[in-house]
């Protein structure tokens, strides 16, 4: 029904836009439209919709307390929870770094990190001495074929 009303609404619309006769077929939409809407069926079913939509109001101020109490308890619960989840993620990313960078992971703890020990490796592009290792593996002195040669003072 409602695509219907839609349809005719669009219809009126488009005719009336479009339409090249002018008031006569303007003033012969209003009089139909008007005609229908002062209808007997037409008037019970506005009525019976206005009905069910004033009910469904009711309805949903009288929940509408209780839903928001809910809410915000729930919101308050999940708020409770986040210093749990950043200790857990601070705990994770410092089992990670290496203790240079303020992590927690070392030689030995079971880290899968090979540079742990504080040697240049290829996870690790710093040398124990603070120095950028280039290119990372250090094993080749080129860069996309170029020679490299660091500015050395």
């Known amino acids: 029904m409602r695509y219907k009303a839609t349809f005719i609404a ?5 005719f009336l836009a479009g ?7 303007y003033d012969k939409i209003v009089s139909v439209s008007q005609q229908v809407a002062r209808h ?3 008037q ?6 206005q009905a069910k939509a004033t009910d ?3 309805t949903a101020a009288a929940k509408a307390p209780d839903v928001a109490k809910t809410a915000a308890k ?4 999940q708020v409770s929870q986040v210093p749990k989840y950043v200790s857990t993620a601070k705990q994770a990313a410092q089992s990670k770094l290496p203790p240079k960078l303020g992590g927690t992971s070392g030689p030995g703890d079971g ?3 090979p540079a742990a020990d504080g040697t240049a490796s ?14 990372v593996d250090g094993s080749s002195p080129s860069v996309n074929g170029i020679r490299y040669a660091p500015d050395t003072p």
């Open 44 to 49: 019970q079913a506005t009525g019976a919709a």
């Open 111 to 113: 880290s899968d990190d």
């Open 19 to 25: 339409s090249r006769s002018g008031r006569g077929a």
């Open 122 to 135: 290829a996870q690790d592009d710093v040398a124990p001495d603070g120095t950028l290792v280039y290119p």
């Open 74 to 77: 729930t919101a308050q619960e």
């Open 10 to 14: 669009g219809f009126a619309v488009g």
């Open 40 to 42: 007997p069926k037409v």
């Open 56 to 58: 469904l109001a009711k």
